[in-house]
């Protein structure tokens, strides 16, 4: 009887212990969770960041932007980009263009930018990503600072899976919406740029851009708008060919041909003539001649 009713002192006290435990892992599921809470509250919303300023249809008034580009390092399919923005002291944001010809979404390769880095007076500036806009990039411009020293890599696509594969050891085409940072709020119109570009040596180019003077591997092209330069893209190369495609003194119209070889230059006849065919049908169809130069 005596080892009957200890055996059930000791269960009840075993039972006893487990409801206390049981109990006491409630309270900690319960409190500890809001301990914890009040300590360590988790992510919490910041306020967003200032919209952006609109463009509006006035010049930039700080002047033109130069812009130098080389396209010289063809080992590694890198350009380099340097521009000269001129600007003021104080808040200035830096857009890299996302809306491009034949896209109809932002889909600018911001991605394939690298190595930004601003300076103004030989000290470098500071950056700051906007957290909304990707494409935005923000600059305190110091006192006595009228001219921003931007520069910048371009990363070109190597292989297809990261984009349109547009350098090679033998020719490039080039699309200034890759190599240019702009002043936000003002029209592409009204933003001027002073393109300039050195080439690897012996490359011959083709573009709408007007070309102010060449010397040697770097061409400078007249002062352009913005809207126009993204607009001129530039093919140069290697090997390269010019076909006459003109229908009469009045209608002088050209074919630049690029190729990674020079058997791939080879056209027809039959080939030449279709692209003729185009340059007279265009004349007849329009009466007019949209482009300022031949």
């Known amino acids: ?51 952006i300023q609109a463009p509006v249809d006035k010049p930039y008034p700080a002047g033109k932007i130069g812009l130098s580009v080389s396209v010289t390092d063809v080992a590694h399919r890198v350009i380099d980009v340097h521009e000269t923005i001129p600007a003021q002291a104080g808040e200035l944001t830096l857009l890299y263009p996302a809306w491009i010809p034949g896209n109809h979404s932002p889909t600018g390769p911001i991605s394939e930018i690298a190595g930004l880095e ?83 040596d012996g490359w011959r180019f083709a573009s709408a851009l007007e070309v102010a003077s060449h010397d040697g591997s770097q061409v400078r092209f007249k002062d352009t708008t913005l809207n126009k330069l993204v607009d001129s893209p530039l093919y140069a190369g290697v090997n390269y060919v010019r076909e006459d495609l003109s229908t009469g003194p009045n209608n002088r119209v050209f074919l630049d041909v ?37």
């Open 1 to 51: 009887m005596r080892m009957r009713n200890c055996g059930r002192r000791n269960q009840t006290d075993l039972l006893s212990r487990h409801a206390m435990l049981a109990g006491l892992a409630i309270f900690c599921a319960v409190i500890a969770p809001i301990a914890y809470s009040q300590q360590y509250r988790g992510p919490q919303p910041v306020p967003m960041p200032p919209a």
């Open 118 to 200: 601003v300076t103004a007076n030989g000290s470098r500036i500071p950056w700051v990503r906007d957290r909304v806009n990707i494409y935005a990039f923000h600059i305190d411009v110091p006192a006595g600072a009228s001219t921003l020293d931007v520069r910048f890599n371009y990363l070109t696509p190597l292989k297809p899976t990261q984009g349109r594969i547009t350098f090679s050891s033998n020719l490039i085409d080039l699309s200034w919406n890759t190599v240019v940072l702009y002043p936000a709020g003002y029209f592409s119109r009204d933003i001027t740029f002073a393109p300039t570009i050195t080439l690897p």
């Open 258 to 294: 690029f190729a990674d070889s020079p058997k791939d230059l080879a056209i027809t006849p039959e080939e030449l003539q279709l692209h003729r065919n185009l340059a007279e049908q265009a004349a007849k169809l329009f009466d007019s001649h949209h482009y300022s130069h031949y």
